[in-house]
């Protein structure tokens, strides 16, 4: 019986450890206000299980107003495989810091359906892709002002 008891316990924790050994995910993937499309994520900082929240301190009451959300899936690459497997999704909240976990995507757990407090430094970790996001967008359209006055320039000179 002792036996049993033992195996059973290496078991339920060896479980939770075997779910987590993938690593962080290959990527996230963002849809929200100001993004046109999909914005797919490989920085590291936004990679972790815990970036948004810390699930296992608990819930708290769904908020009156969590203002403008972003949806967020989390993915990885199976390395066996080599195909992409969506694995939960989150709402992110960076205006008033709340995280709703929608779930996983292809199973449930004792988190999903609930709401969250951010982590505290996913905020500036949020608004850092964001802002590359934006700058990536508008280097090709600064670089086409810039010919055009180029090409403007000399072409008045030429007269």
Do not use: C
């Amino acid at each position: 019986m002792k036996r049993l008891a033992l195996l059973l316990t290496l078991l339920i924790l060896t479980i939770p450890t075997a779910a987590l050994a993938k690593g962080p995910f290959s990527y996230i993937t963002i849809k929200g206000p100001g993004i046109s499309g999909d914005l797919s994520v490989t920085d590291s900082a936004m990679l972790d299980f815990f970036t948004f929240a810390d699930f296992s301190k608990g819930g708290i009451d769904a908020p009156a107003n969590p203002g403008d959300g972003y949806e967020v899936i989390r993915s990885f690459v199976d390395g066996e495989t080599n195909k992409v497997q969506n694995w939960d999704l989150v709402h992110y909240y960076p205006d008033t810091g709340y995280v709703y976990y929608d779930g996983l995507i292809n199973g449930s757990s004792e988190y999903d359906k609930k709401w969250y407090v951010a982590s505290p430094d996913v905020e500036a970790k949020f608004r850092s892709v964001m802002a590359e996001r934006a700058r990536l967008t508008w280097i090709p359209f600064a670089a086409f002002v810039v010919l055009l006055i180029v090409f403007g320039v000399a072409y008045y000179r030429k007269k």
